[in-house]
């Protein structure tokens, strides 16, 4: 059980994430289209740590050559497009990971804010989510977005990289 998220255990514990289990949801939409790609990609392995517990880090490594795009399950999206250079260069980056540097608790909300490290095609920068943590089931939800330009993910083309939204929609689920 992940505690700490009750706070009554007095030890330090190591929790070990259950890749198959485990899973986040992309999605990229254009600019001005009510339409877009969505996705997963799955992750390698992580670990989250609680101290006397409350959570207080964990670090996730992502298998960038298992995004996948729905679209191209039914034939038309652009999977292949997605791995190449012009966005996640998934030869020369074949993973990602997300380091959690801090954790601060509310508890008259009951609420994490995690600040972390995203590192994607070798290009780290700081983020911030607010997970929800679900004791009973050892899982974490959240939810977050990214702008996608801050990893160099990038179009080669201007016309169509304009037309392309810059954020990147996450929904994330660890299980533990």
């Known amino acids: 059980m992940i505690t700490g998220l009750a706070g009554y255990t007095q030890q330090q514990k190591t929790y070990q994430l ?58 038309i999206g652009p999977v292949q497009h997605i791995r190449n250079p012009d966005f996640f260069d998934v030869n020369k980056f074949p993973e990602a990971k997300l380091v959690i540097t801090s954790v601060q608790f509310f508890p008259r909300e009951n609420r994490h804010k995690f600040l972390a490290d995203l590192t994607i095609k070798g290009i780290t920068k700081p983020i911030e989510f607010w997970p929800e943590i679900d004791e009973a089931n050892n899982r974490i939800n959240t939810k977050l977005k990214i702008d996608r330009t801050r990893w160099g993910i990038t179009y080669n083309n201007k016309l169509k990289n304009d037309a392309i939204s810059d954020a990147i929609a996450f929904d994330i689920v660890l299980q533990f």
């Open 18 to 75: 259950k890749p198959q289990q485990s899973v986040i949801n992309w999605t990229g939409s254009y600019t001005f289209l009510f339409s877009g790609h969505k996705g997963t990609v799955k992750f390698k392995e992580g670990t989250l740590f609680s101290n006397d517990g409350n959570i207080t880090g964990g670090s996730f490594l992502i298998d960038m050559t298992t995004i996948s795009n729905e679209e191209y399950l039914a034939g």
